[in-house]
């Protein structure tokens, strides 16, 4: 199956700092998202993204679907950006979603 | 507004004593997914509806089991719940279509065996 690498696997931020966070993914895909997962377990979704750039408020996500990666982008981050960062792939016809093994962020105050 | 709702937010139950869990959606969506995810681990897929069409993941045990009655509800039974089988349960739709379309979840099920 598909493989999803996600960098860095934790990070600690500063509030007010900005930050990255990326996936690289081993084959095409036809469905990507980028999902927070908070203290009390909610998946919240970000963004849907299988190629482009899209903006939503402080974050932003870009997929180079040629290359196979996608990145994250956290501005001026607060304390309620903490949690883990997913990002899943589905691949082929299929609508299974796999996961990375996320990235676990804390922002300090 | 709550478009996928799962009930209930914790659950407890015996080893051994089957337990259901339920989801419901608002959406219409055509496909319902059960997601298992345990402690520190990334979510893995159980198993979809596609419509009433049931499709299992290769790995899944044969202790899960879903059920899908009509378009906004889909139920997953654990027939004999392990310890190893406590975890966080997300179910999750989307709309079928030519394309791909993105998955919205609900809120999860924490299920704790006693």
């Known amino acids: 199956g598909i493989q999803v690498e996600q960098s860095p696997p934790d990070l600690i931020l500063q509030e007010g700092a900005n930050s990255t966070l990326r996936c690289n993914f081993s084959?095409?895909?036809?469905?990507l998202q980028w999902f927070h997962q908070n203290p009390w377990g909610q998946l919240i979704n970000l963004f849907y993204i299988p190629s482009g750039t899209k903006q939503n408020g402080r974050l932003s996500a870009t997929t180079v679907a040629t290359e196979r990666y996608s990145l994250l982008y956290i501005s001026s981050s607060q304390t309620t950006d903490s949690g883990v960062y997913f990002c899943a792939v589905a691949a082929g016809s299929g609508y299974a979603l796999n996961f990375g093994k996320g990235t676990s962020l804390l922002v300090t105050p | 507004d709550a478009m996928v709702i799962q009930n209930p937010r914790y659950q407890v139950t015996q080893f051994g004593k089957p337990v259901t869990l339920s989801c419901s959606q608002t959406l219409n969506h055509n496909v319902m997914y059960w997601y298992q995810q345990k402690s520190s681990q990334a979510p893995k897929l159980l198993f979809h509806y596609y419509d009433k069409d049931f499709n299992n993941e290769a790995d899944t045990p044969d202790n899960f089991q879903s059920r899908r009655p009509n378009t906004s509800f889909c139920f997953l039974d654990i027939r004999s719940p392990g310890l190893g089988d406590a975890a966080m349960y997300l179910c999750?739709?989307?709309?079928?279509?030519?394309?791909?379309?993105?998955?919205?979840f609900g809120d999860g099920t924490r299920l704790s065996i006693l």
């Open positions: 999750a739709t989307s709309r079928g279509d030519r394309e791909v379309q993105p998955q919205h």
């Open positions: 084959d095409s895909v036809n469905n």
